[in-house]
T-cell receptor
Framework: DGGITQSPKYLFRKEGQNVTLSCEQN?????MYWYRQDPGQGLRLIYY???????QKGDIAEGYSVSREKKESFPLTVTSAQKNPTAFYLC????????????FGPGTRLTVL | AQKVTQAQTEISVVEKEDVTLDCVYE???????LFWYKQPPSGELVFLIR??????QNEISGRYSWNFQKSTSSFNFTITASQVVDSAVYFC????????????FGTGTRLTIIP
């Protein structure tokens, strides 16, 4: 079955630690995205990548970093510089040419203690 | 800058009632795309529909229907004969231009269907 997987579902970290969230897709999609969702709010774009080895900052990139070494993978690192890292993180992907329909993974809920 | 407004924060209706979720958007582009996503309690966003700015034809899919009106910059979503499984948070989103552009989301409407 094709789809987007994110692991783990729940993640707990101590304040000051970096943490990496996994996102893998086997849909052969070129573009991948990371969003953050806070309670009662919409999704906000952190980073996106339209092609391997290239990525762009979204609206709230500060305190986050990404890499895109493989087409299938787009990991997100939440660094200690992110002031309020506790949130629900959603990864998405879309096909080049399938203008903008993004399909989402199940999300990772990060709690920083 | 693009913006999406979902003024209804929460809606509760009794099962089998019809319910309409409002979405108003702002954009300077003449080419844009509008979306609706459903977020059930599990958290994953489920794609429901995409509509481009040149197609104002309303769409019906089973109990779901969408009303796109450029004159009022609205893209409203109606669920007919609601069911408990429709309980979720629904997001409207906008993307400008062509290619893999970013989505701007509204703040969502939490819909609760009361059995």
């Amino acid at each position: 079955d094709g789809g987007i997987t994110q692991s783990p579902k729940y993640l707990f970290r101590k304040e000051g630690q970096n943490v990496t969230l996994s996102c893998e897709q086997n849909l052969n999609h070129d573009a991948m995205y990371w969003y953050r969702q806070d309670p009662g709010q919409g999704l906000r774009l952190i980073y996106y990548s339209q092609i391997v080895n290239d990525f762009q900052k979204g609206d709230i990139a500060e305190g986050y970093s990404v890499s895109r070494e493989k087409k299938e993978s787009f990991p997100l690192t939440v660094t200690s510089a992110q002031k309020n890292p506790t949130a629900f993180y959603l990864c998405a992907s879309s096909r080049e040419g399938d203008t903008d329909t993004q399909y989402f993974g199940p999300g990772t809920r990060l709690t920083v203690l | 800058a693009q913006k999406v407004t979902q003024a209804q924060t929460e809606i509760s209706v009794v099962e089998k009632e019809d319910v309409t979720l409002d979405c108003v958007y702002e954009t300077r582009d003449t080419t844009y795309y509008l979306f609706w996503y459903k977020q059930p309690p599990s958290g994953e966003l489920v794609f429901l529909i995409r509509r481009n700015s040149f197609d104002e034809q309303n769409e019906i899919s089973g109990r779901y229907s969408w009303n796109f009106q450029k004159s009022t910059s609205s893209f409203n979503f109606t669920i007919t004969a609601s069911q408990v499984v429709d309980s979720a948070v629904y997001f409207c989103a906008l993307s400008e231009g062509h290619g893999n552009e970013k989505l701007t989301f509204g703040t969502g409407t939490r819909l609760t269907i009361i059995p």
